[in-house]
């Protein structure tokens, strides 16, 4: 603020230094203008040799005389002197307009004044008409307005620093409370909210802004505290397990199982592999969803879904996974290697828990229906594939089909360790078929009472339609 009314005191400054510059010259042209109205006059009487004596002049500040080349003075105002010339020989040039700035004693006049000279032939002779004009009123004017500006400056500077403290403080004061509560929330490592402003402007979209901001932060750092609390957890089971297996082993001494107990360690290894891997393509995934688009470290290029269906079955031949026949060449758009994490995922899930076999199927196109009482609107969400995994085991509540999808979850019949997965094989899904534009939905495989679930889980992911690629 203080830098703010030393610019601003400076700029009254030159301001006023400005003013007073203008108004001098502008007084100045003024009496240059009068003098020279009033001295060709006098040429042209001079020169029409019709020179009256005393020579008429309009007020009481001018002094005229008409001199010929030997300096005389040839005839002069009523208060003009008549023997002395207003301007000395060596001062007047023959032929020339002059303006010059004379002692006004020289004249009869108290103060500078302005001389102005205007050549005229006559038969006689050449001759020069002298006017001069007293500066008094110029100097008294300029005075005025520099005395005025000297008292008002300091005035007006004071006035505008006190306006400027008073507007500046209430603007600042809501930005010092938000830094202060921002400083609360800081010191005290935990979650807050910034004060917000009652007025509506741009501290207080600011101070929302940062609250949604801090809520959002708050959101990710509770699932980041909960992921690896159950990363943990996870990695601590199949790892007390294999402690359990060897220090029995070893107290046992020869009496030891070895080939149950590698057995055993194999199938804790697979597990805690299995976890360490999706655990890496979660981190993998989380990171990548903050990039830009179209960022090298992802592939995407087009994916024909009954191929991609085939390959992934022919890795499961028991209990059997079958395909249905599709209608054709179906393509989509997204990372191969996702898309085919994606249908692993669901069939492992699926033969976990099947009786019998697995059904894997793709539709499409399919069209969304159009907005009600919108004639002709466009698709909502335009056109797409669906791709189904369809088992016939117990099924999933359907209160709990969407907290499946949460990282870390399984259910009660899927616990155990040989049987339950990681609990992270659906969350994984839902992620990947995100970053692929599409979505995943459970339901029953045949349709009965909402109340009830089974036999069988019917897995639905909705995939957006490519065209086929052209072909060489």
Not at 60 to 87: E, F, T
Not at 232 to 249: D, G, I
């Amino acid at each position: 603020m203080v830098l703010g009314v030393f610019g601003l005191s400076v700029g009254f400054a030159l301001g006023g230094v400005l003013l007073l510059g203008a108004l001098g010259w502008t007084l100045q042209r003024t009496i240059d203008a009068e003098a020279f109205q009033t001295a060709d006059a006098v040429a042209r009487l001079a020169a029409e040799d019709s020179l009256p004596d005393p020579l008429p002049v309009a007020g009481g500040q001018l002094r005229v005389q008409v001199v010929d080349a030997q300096g005389r003075v040839r005839a002069a105002s009523i208060d003009a002197d008549r023997l002395v010339p207003m301007l000395r020989s060596d001062q007047l040039r023959a032929g020339q307009r002059q303006r010059l700035l004379e002692d006004g004693r020289r004249v009869g006049l108290s103060g500078p004044v302005r001389v102005v000279t205007v050549p005229v032939g006559t038969p006689d002779g050449p001759l020069t008409v002298l006017v001069a004009k007293s500066m008094t009123d110029v100097r008294q004017s300029l005075d005025v307005v520099r005395t005025l500006l000297l008292v008002g400056f300091p005035l007006l500077v004071a006035g505008l620093a006190v306006v400027a403290w008073r507007v500046v403080g209430a603007t600042l004061r809501p930005v010092e409370a938000l830094r202060s509560g921002a400083a609360e929330i800081t010191g005290r490592a935990g979650p807050g909210q910034l004060p917000v402003p009652a007025a509506q402007d741009e501290i207080q979209r600011l101070a929302v802004t940062l609250n949604d901001m801090l809520d959002r932060l708050e959101a990710s750092r509770a699932r980041q505290r909960a992921f690896v609390a159950d990363a943990a957890h996870e990695l601590r089971s199949p790892l007390t397990n294999m402690r359990t297996e060897l220090e029995v082993a070893r107290r046992l001494g020869g009496a030891t199982d070895w080939p149950a107990v590698a057995e055993n360690l194999l199938t804790d290894t697979d597990r805690l592999a299995r976890l360490v891997d999706d655990l890496l393509l979660l981190a993998r995934v989380d990171e990548q969803s903050a990039r830009p688009a179209g960022h090298p470290s992802r592939v995407v290029g087009p994916v024909e879904l009954g191929e991609l269906l085939r390959a992934v079955a022919g890795r499961y031949p028991t209990p059997p996974v079958r395909v249905a026949p599709s209608p054709g060449p179906l393509w989509t758009e997204g990372d191969p290697g996702e898309l085919r994490r994606v249908l692993a995922n669901l069939v492992e899930n699926a033969l976990r828990h099947a009786h019998g076999e697995v059904l894997l199927a793709v539709s499409g196109p399919h069209l969304d229906p159009p907005v009600p009482g919108q004639r002709g609107a466009a698709p909502a969400g335009g056109a797409y594939h669906l791709v189904t995994v369809t088992d016939d085991g117990p099924g999933i509540p359907a209160a709990d089909r969407e907290r499946v999808f949460a990282r870390f979850t399984r259910l009660d019949d899927a616990r155990a360790r040989d049987a339950g997965g990681t609990g992270l094989g659906l969350a994984i899904v839902r992620e990947l078929v995100r970053r692929a534009g599409g979505s995943v939905e459970l339901a029953d495989a045949v349709p009965r009472d909402p109340a009830t679930t089974g036999p069988g889980l019917r897995v639905t992911v909705r995939l957006p339609v490519l065209d086929a690629p052209e072909t060489d």
